[in-house]
């Protein structure tokens, strides 16, 4: 048997060979089981960010897929974080990809408006649609207030 180079409290170790004939050591404790390698954990990097408030001038919309606002992000979003648009004082989140476009109030699409976006997807020149079914109502030009909450890097 090997001796143990690390602070189990035994110096038993399983040996064998894997499929391809490389030979493997591992510890076992005094009750027969398997001790796991200590691995260290994997430090959790945080980009510095922080909260933008975008205003957003709103258009009339009639039907679903509508144009929220000619305006897109100022600046770029964190790549994975999320948004809200917040309209009339009522927090919403967009839809995740196209296939959750019937579910929410709102969608993202690229510039082109050939691809819904997913969360966290979001880039500068992106385009807002309306979906009024889901929402429940329709937006007004002069009557409805919207703002863009968005996490950006920090300066």
């Known amino acids: 048997m090997a001796k143990s180079n690390h602070n189990y409290k035994s110096n038993v170790y399983l040996e064998g060979y894997v499929d391809n004939?490389?030979?493997?050591?591992?510890?076992?404790?005094?009750?027969g089981a398997i001790i796991p390698p200590q691995i260290p954990p994997i430090p959790i990097i945080k980009v510095p960010s922080i909260l933008t408030q975008?205003?957003?001038?709103?258009?009339?919309?009639h039907?679903?897929?509508?144009?929220?606002?000619n305006d897109s992000f100022t600046s770029?979003?964190?790549l994975n974080s999320?948004?809200?648009?917040?309209?009339?004082?009522?927090?919403?989140l967009p839809a995740?990809?196209?296939?959750?476009?019937?579910?929410?109030?709102?969608?993202?699409?690229?510039?082109?408006?050939?691809?819904?976006?997913?969360?966290?997807?979001?880039?500068?020149g992106d385009k807002f649609h309306w979906n009024g079914v889901a929402a429940g109502?329709?937006?007004?030009?002069?009557?409805?207030?919207?703002?863009?909450?968005?996490?950006?890097?920090a300066p």
Not at 54 to 61: E, N
Not at 63 to 69: A, R, W, Y
């Open 21 to 31: 004939g490389v030979r493997i050591s591992v510890p076992v404790s005094p009750e």
């Open 54 to 61: 975008q205003y957003i001038s709103v258009l009339d919309t």
């Open 63 to 69: 039907s679903v897929g509508d144009l929220v606002s």
């Open 76 to 78: 770029v979003p964190i």
């Open 82 to 92: 999320q948004l809200i648009l917040v309209v009339n004082g009522v927090d919403l």
């Open 96 to 124: 995740n990809g196209s296939a959750d476009v019937p579910n929410a109030a709102f969608y993202i699409t690229d510039s082109t408006n050939s691809i819904v976006r997913t969360t966290g997807s979001y880039v500068v």
């Open 137 to 153: 109502f329709e937006l007004e030009a002069v009557v409805d207030t919207a703002i863009l909450i968005y996490e950006i890097t």
